[in-house]
């Protein structure tokens, strides 16, 4: 199934959009639903009136781990689509009825029967991961990886039975080099974003630049 990320918000500004340290990734294809919600709820508002994409009537919204720089914006997710599903890893399970979402915690594997979406299971019971069946095969969005995104990526590939993705986008958090020639060895492409750092960006630019895709607020990557 042809797939959209449409990039909300990332750390690195494009103009006519609001930006601030945060992540957060609106996919559309065989499924809507968001993937992190950003710190501020203004900038998920502004940035999708201008890049021209509704965030109601989403089908689940995903959660990768207990930071603000991802849930920030959730309440407001909630207020546009109440009841709506939201996957997270186990934590504040209050908070988030409170905000208006009916929580969900998801183990290792499918994430619904047959749906082509797998995750990660909370990898050092902190942060999950999200792989999407594509047309171009398996997309692995990440939040922030601090478990490390090639542990998180091979999570992934374990969890969906994919001996390789296609991409991985997401915030790699100042990652060891290591784990990024790691990562190359279980992806097609590498996209860094978020918290991954310039270092991680210049890295995978140099040395794997058939790989490398560059992301920004407003991104969109087609697979
Ligand atoms: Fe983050």
């Not at 993937?35 to 940035?47: E, I, K, Q, S, Y």
Request: one cysteine or more; glycine letters at 12%; charged letters at 20%.
């Amino acid at each position: 199934m042809r797939t959209e990320l449409v990039v909300l918000d990332d750390n690195v500004p494009s103009r006519g959009l609001l930006n601030e340290w945060g992540w957060s990734v609106l996919v559309e294809g065989r499924h809507r639903f968001i993937f992190d919600a950003d710190t501020n709820p203004l900038v998920l508002a502004h940035n999708s009136k201008i890049l021209g994409v509704s965030l109601r009537n989403l089908d689940f919204g995903f959660l990768s781990h207990w930071h603000h720089d991802h849930y920030g914006g959730f309440q407001y997710i909630a207020e546009l689509n109440p009841g709506l599903k939201l996957y997270v890893p186990p934590g504040n399970l209050a908070m988030v009825m409170r905000w208006g979402f009916e929580p969900a915690v998801a183990g290792k594997g499918a994430l619904r029967e047959g749906d082509g979406l797998w995750v990660s299971g909370p990898v050092d019971d902190f942060e999950q991961a999200l792989g999407i069946e594509t047309s171009s095969g398996l997309v692995v969005i990440v939040g922030c990886s601090h478990p490390g995104v090639d542990r998180l990526t091979e999570a992934v590939l374990e969890a969906s039975g994919y001996g390789k993705a296609h991409a991985v986008v997401g915030g790699f958090h100042y990652p060891k080099l290591r784990a990024l020639d790691r990562l190359a060895e279980m992806s097609e492409l590498i996209a860094p974003a978020h918290c991954s750092g310039d270092d991680a960006k210049r890295y995978v630019m140099r040395r794997y630049p058939e790989k490398f895709v560059e992301v920004r607020t407003g991104s969109v990557l087609e697979f």
